[in-house]
């Protein structure tokens, strides 16, 4: 047997493989669903974030940071932005252009950074650029990620101080009971609570475009807001405050990311139709229906939004807004879950323990430690800012940075692999930076007033992550440097005549054409060596899914050694063993409790490498290698079958 083998499928592995391949069409190709219901699963995971920014968005425009004065030029102006601003970043960047770069299915950050294929040419300085921008377009998104459980579930609550004004000083307790509450059910999994995510959020957005009809008949005048010259004419009559309001503007558009983020899930023509028949039409005429209030009677400006509810319907839309809220924080909160385990797939993290929830859908899992993070985050948040519109000038410029980068990133995806047209590349990237930088400006003028906050937390993720990457590396070059050719290593074994002993032994090792320090620390410990010999190597290629047939490599190298590479797209939860159990059609049956897996456990020691990291990173990475969870946890890997030997290496 030689070369690399193609994979033959045992009655196990053909299980495996029917089970996968449901697991894909669970969450990537869900077209075969009947329209009504793919239309409500896309209402509930998709449109959460977008479709709660009506409680706070408008409100802050006329009581945020900088306020403008309740007129009617204000009002129409202020509509008009709001507009103009789904219908440009929403509409038309992301629904139209940026959906459109995937990467086998999958979208977001990520996918676009496995797009530009950022393990090559590392050497040029732009290949390097683009790859330090996507990490931190990632590192943004954490960020917003904290801030909008907060911020969501904050603004729902607060309509309690209409219905009830003497319960304002329980906002902030029922608040941060309800996000413990949100945040304890996480380990149970979306299976459950994400049957109910559709229809509840149906009923969101129906009410919310009734709720808008009710406001409009009062001033139908307000619908003139749809020209464009009203926001023109907003910006010349209040100058530099016209600007500096932008900010709040731009909350509207908060939740835009997560409809690229999550393409892998519905395809892009099913959000798309959702959105356009359905999500776009509810949130301007809610909007439009709050602006009519306002001009109708300016004493609303508190809560808009929920002055828009007869009296009898005020406690059944806070209800509803609260469960409208807890659907969007539940949407984020698996979304960074997702986003640390492609992050950890693609080397920018450390390893952390990945607990997976269903046995049909492979995306739904919980992290433990990613999930306590931003539950003592969020309720942080809550308790140092105690009201939305303290957050709001947090909110923005998390989401800002990341809509920016994505724009940049999708130039360079359009130019490289879409094989766009210069012309076209260029005025997709002037147009929608524009509007990017135009509502950073705003956005960056709030640091002061919390807008530091996703910037300190980006930049923190930002430091652990090319830190990780980087120490990685180095870690990966010196052992390099110590370590024997295999082939070398094989020859040496046959010239010395090394005894060996029953049983098979698997080193899990990343270098292909090296013996693994392991093994070699081994053999002149204890000189002996098993009889057969496995080096597996796992691969996480910059694809979100590989299929079965592409799965394993087996190569026979020489005196009882084998090579297995196993190759696993960025989304995806290694298992070893059950990989293993192909072998036997391949040539090399295995008896899998009996198997011995070797681990080189490395003790790092910081400062010891003349040409690596500051000191302060080689003790960062060298903390986070110390509490990263252990190699067989993270490829399942039978604790009671594995030995592990230690290897001090400085770095």
Same mark, same amino acid.
């Given at each position: 047997?030689? $070369?690399?083998?193609?994979?033959?499928?045992?009655?196990?592995?053909?299980?495996?493989?029917?089970?996968?391949?449901?697991?894909?069409?669970?969450?990537?190709?869900?077209?075969?669903?009947?329209?009504?219901?793919?239309?409500?699963?896309?209402?509930?995971?998709?449109?959460?974030?977008?479709?709660?920014?009506?409680?706070?968005?408008?409100?802050?425009?006329?009581?945020?940071?900088?306020?403008?004065?309740?007129?009617?030029?204000?009002? #129409?102006?202020?509509?008009?932005?709001?507009?103009?601003?789904?219908?440009? *970043?929403?509409?038309?960047?992301?629904?139209?252009?940026?959906?459109?770069?995937?990467?086998?299915?999958? $979208?977001?950050?990520?996918?676009?950074?496995?797009?530009?294929?950022?393990?090559?040419?590392?050497?040029?300085?732009?290949?390097?650029?683009?790859?330090?921008?996507?990490?931190?377009?990632?590192?943004?998104?954490?960020?917003?990620?904290?801030?909008?459980?907060?911020?969501?579930?904050?603004?729902?609550?607060?309509?309690?101080?209409?219905?009830?004004?003497?319960?304002?000083?329980?906002?902030?307790?029922?608040?941060?009971?309800?996000?413990?509450?949100?945040?304890?059910?996480?380990?149970?999994?979306?299976?459950?609570?994400?049957?109910?995510?559709?229809?509840?959020?149906?009923?969101?957005?129906?009410?919310?475009?009734?709720?808008?009809?009710?406001?409009?008949?009062?001033?139908?005048?307000?619908?003139?807001?749809?020209?464009?010259?009203?926001?023109?004419?907003?910006?010349?009559?209040?100058?530099?405050?016209?600007?500096?309001?932008?900010?709040?503007?731009?909350?509207?558009?908060?939740?835009?990311?997560?409809?690229?983020?999550?393409?892998?899930?519905?395809?892009?023509?099913?959000?798309?139709?959702?959105?356009?028949?359905?999500?776009?039409?509810?949130?301007?005429?809610?909007?439009?229906?709050?602006?009519?209030?306002?001009?109708?009677?300016?004493?609303?400006?508190?809560?808009?939004?929920?002055?828009?509810?007869?009296?009898?319907?005020?406690?059944?839309?806070?209800?509803?807004?609260?469960?409208?809220?807890?659907?969007?924080?539940?949407?984020?909160?698996?979304?960074?879950?997702?986003?640390?385990?492609?992050?950890?797939?693609?080397?920018?993290?450390?390893?952390?323990?990945?607990?997976?929830?269903?046995?049909?859908?492979?995306?739904?899992?919980?992290?433990?430690?990613?999930?306590?993070?931003?539950?003592?985050?969020?309720?942080?948040? *809550?308790?140092?800012?105690?009201?939305?519109?303290?957050?709001?000038?947090?909110?923005?410029?998390?989401?800002?940075?990341?809509?920016?980068?994505?724009?940049?990133?999708?130039?360079? *995806?359009?130019?490289?692999?879409?094989?766009?047209? !210069?012309?076209?590349?260029?005025?997709?990237?002037?147009?929608?930076?524009?509007?990017?930088?135009?509502?950073?400006?705003?956005?960056?003028?709030?640091?002061?007033?919390?807008?530091?906050?996703?910037?300190?937390?980006?930049?923190?993720?930002?430091?652990?992550?090319?830190?990780?990457?980087?120490?990685?590396?180095?870690?990966?070059?010196?052992?390099?440097?110590?370590?024997?050719?295999?082939?070398?290593?094989?020859?040496?074994?046959?010239?010395?005549?090394?005894?060996?002993?029953?049983?098979?032994?698997?080193?899990?090792?990343?270098?292909?054409?090296?013996?693994?320090?392991? !093994?070699?620390? #081994?053999?002149?410990?204890?000189?002996?060596?098993?009889?057969?010999?496995?080096?597996?190597?796992?691969?996480?290629?910059?694809?979100?899914?590989?299929?079965?047939?592409?799965?394993?490599?087996?190569?026979?190298?020489?005196?009882?050694?084998?090579?297995?590479?196993?190759?696993?797209?960025?989304?995806?939860?290694?298992?070893?063993?059950?990989?293993?159990?192909?072998?036997?059609?391949?040539?090399?049956?295995?008896?899998?409790?009996?198997?011995?897996?070797?681990?080189?456990?490395?003790?790092?020691?910081?400062?010891?490498?003349?040409?690596?990291?500051?000191?302060?990173?080689?003790?960062?990475?060298?903390?986070?290698?110390?509490?990263?969870?252990?190699?067989?946890?993270?490829?399942?890997?039978?604790?009671?079958?594995?030995?592990?030997?230690?290897?001090?290496?400085?770095?």
């Amino acid at each position: 047997m030689k $070369g690399p083998m193609p994979v033959k499928s045992t009655e196990e592995h053909g299980r495996n493989a029917q089970l996968e391949a449901q697991e894909r069409a669970a969450t990537t190709t869900p077209h075969s669903q009947p329209l009504s219901i793919l239309a409500l699963t896309v209402l509930g995971v998709v449109y959460g974030d977008i479709g709660t920014s009506p409680i706070y968005a408008l409100r802050e425009c006329f009581t945020g940071k900088h306020p403008v004065p309740i007129t009617q030029g204000n009002v #129409l102006g202020i509509l008009s932005l709001v507009s103009w601003t789904l219908i440009l *970043v929403i509409s038309l960047k992301y629904m139209t252009y940026v959906l459109r770069a995937d990467n086998r299915g999958e $979208g977001g950050t990520f996918a676009l950074l496995a797009l530009l294929r950022p393990k090559q040419d590392q050497a040029r300085r732009l290949r390097r650029a683009l790859m330090l921008l996507g990490i931190l377009g990632a590192s943004m998104l954490y960020g917003g990620a904290m801030i909008t459980p907060a911020i969501s579930v904050l603004s729902a609550v607060e309509g309690l101080q209409l219905a009830a004004p003497a319960l304002h000083r329980y906002v902030v307790p029922i608040t941060v009971l309800i996000l413990v509450l949100l945040f304890s059910v996480q380990r149970r999994g979306t299976a459950v609570v994400g049957a109910v995510f559709g229809p509840v959020m149906l009923i969101w957005f129906a009410v919310l475009a009734l709720l808008g009809l009710r406001g409009i008949l009062q001033a139908p005048e307000v619908l003139l807001a749809l020209n464009p010259w009203y926001a023109v004419r907003f910006f010349a009559h209040n100058g530099v405050t016209g600007y500096l309001v932008l900010y709040a503007v731009f909350l509207v558009a908060t939740g835009g990311e997560a409809l690229y983020a999550d393409l892998g899930h519905f395809g892009r023509q099913p959000i798309r139709r959702v959105w356009f028949s359905f999500v776009l039409p509810a949130l301007l005429l809610n909007y439009f229906g709050q602006g009519a209030l306002l001009l109708d009677e300016a004493g609303h400006s508190l809560h808009p939004f929920f002055h828009l509810a007869p009296v009898w319907g005020l406690y059944p839309l806070i209800i509803l807004a609260t469960a409208a809220t807890c659907i969007a924080s539940q949407a984020v909160i698996t979304g960074a879950y997702s986003l640390t385990r492609q992050a950890m797939q693609l080397g920018l993290f450390p390893r952390l323990t990945v607990a997976q929830t269903s046995a049909q859908a492979r995306g739904q899992i919980y992290m433990p430690a990613v999930n306590s993070v931003l539950m003592i985050a969020a309720i942080g948040l *809550v308790l140092a800012f105690r009201s939305s519109g303290n957050l709001a000038a947090a909110y923005g410029v998390a989401v800002n940075s990341t809509m920016a980068i994505t724009t940049v990133l999708a130039f360079n *995806v359009a130019r490289e692999r879409g094989h766009w047209r !210069l012309r076209s590349t260029l005025a997709f990237l002037v147009v929608f930076l524009a509007i990017d930088l135009g509502f950073m400006g705003s956005n960056l003028l709030t640091i002061p007033d919390g807008g530091w906050l996703p910037l300190v937390i980006g930049a923190a993720l930002f430091a652990v992550m090319t830190t990780w990457r980087r120490g990685a590396t180095l870690l990966a070059e010196q052992i390099a440097s110590s370590t024997t050719n295999l082939a070398t290593f094989i020859g040496r074994l046959k010239g010395e005549q090394i005894p060996r002993i029953p049983g098979t032994a698997i080193f899990v090792t990343g270098r292909l054409e090296q013996a693994p320090p392991s !093994l070699q620390k #081994l053999v002149r410990h204890t000189g002996v060596v098993y009889e057969t010999v496995i080096l597996l190597t796992v691969i996480i290629e910059p694809v979100p899914a590989t299929s079965v047939d592409e799965r394993i490599e087996l190569t026979q190298v020489d005196a009882g050694f084998y090579r297995i590479v196993l190759r696993y797209g960025f989304m995806q939860t290694p298992n070893i063993p059950s990989e293993l159990s192909a072998c036997a059609e391949l040539g090399l049956p295995l008896e899998l409790d009996q198997l011995h897996y070797i681990i080189g456990q490395v003790d790092l020691l910081a400062g010891r490498k003349r040409h690596g990291m500051v000191l302060w990173r080689d003790k960062l990475f060298v903390w986070m290698a110390r509490n990263t969870q252990e190699v067989t946890a993270n490829y399942q890997i039978p604790a009671d079958q594995v030995m592990t030997v230690g290897l001090q290496v400085g770095i």
